[in-house]
């Protein structure tokens, strides 16, 4: 079984940066898919970044698209969420995700426990 940790969070202001790590242990999930997820006070929790197991596709919500980048070091077993350019509503709880069944459009079945970031003057 895979676990999924988080690190990387914490308060930055706007127009700052933050990168998120995502590692994983128990197993190599390198077949996974991953991605990044977010929920703020009162939302649901939405998609912020999908990439396929190799690394070769990368997807993204329209909110975060040229100011975010998804990528992963297979050989580390972790998943990483650049974040640039950052905006108050992009607060939220963030939360790495892998699908065990390799595509981006699966599943999500571990998750990771998530992390805080907050972007505020």
């Known amino acids: 079984q895979v676990q999924l940790v988080e690190s990387g969070g914490g308060l930055v202001q706007p127009g700052g940066s933050l990168r998120l790590s995502c590692a994983a242990s128990?197993?190599?999930?390198?077949?996974?898919?991953a991605g990044w997820f977010r929920q703020a006070p009162g939302k649901e929790r939405e998609s912020v970044a999908k990439?396929?197991?190799?690394?070769?596709?990368?997807y993204y919500a329209d909110s975060v698209k040229g100011r975010f980048t998804i990528s992963r070091d297979n050989a580390k077993n972790t998943v990483y969420l650049q974040m640039n350019s950052l905006k108050p509503e992009d607060t939220a709880v963030y939360y790495c995700?892998?699908?065990?069944?390799?595509?981006?459009?699966?599943?999500?079945?571990?998750w990771g426990q998530g992390i805080q970031v907050t972007v505020s003057s």
């Open positions: 995700a892998a699908a065990s069944r390799g595509y981006v459009s699966s599943t999500y079945d571990i």
């Open positions: 128990g197993r190599t999930f390198t077949t996974y898919a």
């Open positions: 990439i396929t197991w190799r690394g070769s596709g990368t």
